[in-house]
């Protein structure tokens, strides 16, 4: 199979912290990458979830209670609060 160069740029020391993590578990960088290539090309999707932001609004365990909570109220078993208004 014939081999090519992929050339990335990325801050310093992230890029210092990767090689190290690399070497930790036993392979380099360059080995690195093309296990993440093979999987993306393997699953068809980036194999880890992309998120904008931290908000804890949308965490999973919030997500759950607003979704229970939806349940309870669809089932007529909930209160419904007016919403709190910021002072």
């Known amino acids: 199979m014939a081999q090519t160069t992929l050339s990335?740029?990325?801050?310093?020391?992230?890029?210092?912290?990767?090689?190290?993590?690399?070497?930790?578990v036993g392979m380099n960088t360059s080995v690195a990458i093309?296990?993440?290539?093979?999987a993306v090309?393997?699953?068809?999707?980036?194999?880890?979830?992309?998120?904008?932001?931290?908000?804890?609004f949308y965490s999973e365990s919030n997500l759950k209670h607003l979704r229970r909570g939806?349940?309870?109220?669809?089932?007529g078993k909930g209160k419904e609060h007016e919403p709190i208004e910021e002072k």
């Open 34 to 38: 093309n296990l993440f290539a093979r």
């Open 70 to 75: 939806m349940e309870a109220l669809n089932a």
């Open 41 to 56: 090309l393997r699953e068809r999707r980036i194999p880890f979830e992309i998120a904008a932001s931290d908000d804890p």
């Open 8 to 24: 990335i740029r990325m801050d310093e020391d992230v890029k210092k912290q990767f090689d190290a993590f690399c070497a930790d």
